[in-house]
């Protein structure tokens, strides 16, 4: 079947939009149009090029995995409002876009599993910067629709077996990061010399989603919700609770290195993280 995919480059990139958008709606499983509420567990393509979302959205449902596919991040920004994606598969190069600034805006609030795209098997670059910014995985073009389903698969394998990791012992193992350890079971934080240091319920938390989610820019919106299940951050500023976490990790806390403001978003976490 994947031999018979038509490559982009051929007469079909010329077809309408609206084609590509109804062919997403086949794969997608559901009428994006109507009342209906969009299925769960669904792949989502954002790509411009509409052959390739063509052939990618054909390949899985082919395969029995529901995809559907956008053109730019306005696009993808609307299926966000709905059911979210299992995976996303994201192209790096999306016309007057960059798709690394798509992927620190859905890192900044998701941990949906992803995989880039690259156009170039030299452009080393962009593949390192994704994966620091918390790419899963990637694939260089040309690729085998092959190898992509089957690394789909597996980073979807990979998210549900660290739910029921978590779900089994939720507070199991902890995070080194510069030398310091955060144990979950026992809520204990070690500096880099082996001291304990004492944390609140909120500064706990809120370090928790740093650790979760390091060296991704988090909103203030998404640290409030991780964190909001404590009573005693839930009505003070994000802000606050960020300056006291820094004045027991930093040396200097007016000059942060660990916690750092992220213009126009809110706060990234910059050191290396290690859970164990």
């Not at 939009?17 to 997608?28: I, N, V």
């Not at 609307?78 to 996303?88: L, M, N, Q, T």
Request: with cysteine; charged share 30%; proline share 5%.
């Amino acid at each position: 079947m994947e031999s018979q995919r038509r490559m982009p480059g051929s007469a079909e990139e010329s077809e309408s939009a609206s084609d590509d958008r109804a062919y997403g709606d086949r794969a997608y499983g559901g009428d994006r149009s109507g009342g209906n509420d969009p299925k769960a567990g669904y792949i989502l393509v954002v790509d411009d090029d509409p052959a390739m979302r063509r052939m990618v959205t054909g390949y899985f449902q082919d395969h029995d995995v529901p995809a559907s596919a956008v053109a730019n991040g306005q696009e993808m920004c609307r299926y966000f409002k709905g059911v979210h994606p299992s995976a996303i598969i994201l192209d790096l190069r999306l016309g007057q876009e960059n798709g690394l600034d798509l992927l620190r805006q859905i890192r900044s609030s998701s941990d949906v599993p992803i995989i880039i795209m690259t156009g170039h098997r030299r452009d080393e670059i962009d593949r390192v910067i994704g994966l620091e910014l918390g790419a899963d995985d990637y694939v260089t073009k040309p690729f085998s629709l092959r190898e992509l389903l089957a690394r789909v698969r597996a980073v979807l394998r990979r998210q549900e077996m660290g739910r029921a990791a978590r779900s089994r012992d939720p507070e199991r193992g902890g995070y080194r990061f510069g030398g310091w350890q955060l144990e979950r079971r026992a809520r204990q934080l070690l500096d880099p010399a082996g001291n304990a240091v004492s944390l609140t319920k909120g500064e706990y938390a809120l370090l928790l989603a740093f650790l979760d989610a390091p060296r991704r820019p988090l909103t203030r919106e998404h640290l409030l919700q991780a964190t909001r299940v404590h009573e005693d951050i839930f009505d003070r500023s994000i802000d606050v609770q960020v300056l006291r976490l820094r004045r027991k990790l930093e040396i200097d806390a007016s000059a942060p290195r660990v916690i750092q403001t992220e213009r126009g978003v809110g706060y990234v976490f910059t050191l290396a993280v290690e859970p164990f």
